[in-house]
């Protein structure tokens, strides 16, 4: 399971992470300049909180409703957990590519590294470790 999980895991990453190489490749050598963008005032805000969102938010939220959808079986299944695990990863590995794109608009600094730290948190916090898969098991009582 853990196996399957970082599989996944690396598939989502993977691209955002050459999507950095390229980008930041692209503009040393200046063959994009995006630069500021005309509705960056509107922009940089809305991508710094999609990013917490993404991050902090929703990986909360769908914990919770997956606990509560649970709360009445005695155990749970590998295979629904392996469900779960699956969705949590697709949803919290947005956040890289929302930084993506911050980094891609040259946002201001403060909301450029704000989405940087949010895409870090979610990517070191909710990597599937064998620690971690097995607290969940534990706690979700899988059989």
């Given at each position: 399971?853990?196996?399957?999980?970082?599989?996944?895991?690396?598939?989502?990453?993977?691209?955002?992470?050459?999507?950095?190489?390229?980008?930041?490749?692209?503009?040393?050598?200046?063959?994009?300049?995006?630069?500021?963008?005309?509705?960056?005032?509107?922009?940089?805000?809305?991508?710094?909180?999609?990013?917490?969102?993404?991050?902090?938010?929703?990986?909360?939220?769908?914990?919770?409703?997956?606990a509560?959808?649970?709360?009445?079986q005695?155990?749970?299944?590998?295979?629904?957990?392996?469900?779960f695990?699956?969705?949590?990863?697709h949803?919290v590995?947005?956040?890289?590519?929302?930084?993506?794109?911050?980094?891609?608009?040259?946002?201001?600094?403060?909301?450029?590294?704000?989405?940087?730290?949010?895409?870090?948190?979610?990517?070191?916090?909710?990597?599937p470790?064998?620690?971690?898969?097995?607290?969940?098991?534990?706690?979700?009582?899988?059989?």
């Amino acid at each position: 399971m853990t196996d399957e999980l970082r599989r996944t895991y690396f598939t989502l990453l993977i691209p955002a992470v050459i999507g950095f190489i390229v980008v930041y490749v692209a503009k040393a050598l200046h063959l994009i300049d995006l630069g500021p963008i005309k509705f960056q005032e509107l922009l940089a805000p809305l991508l710094f909180v999609l990013s917490v969102v993404f991050a902090i938010a929703l990986p909360i939220f769908f914990r919770t409703l997956f606990a509560h959808n649970i709360r009445d079986q005695k155990s749970v299944s590998e295979a629904a957990l392996l469900r779960f695990e699956r969705s949590f990863l697709h949803i919290v590995l947005v956040t890289p590519y929302v930084t993506l794109s911050a980094y891609v608009f040259a946002l201001p600094r403060f909301h450029l590294a704000g989405t940087v730290l949010m895409a870090l948190y979610a990517v070191y916090y909710y990597y599937p470790s064998r620690k971690r898969i097995q607290f969940e098991r534990r706690i979700f009582r899988v059989k």
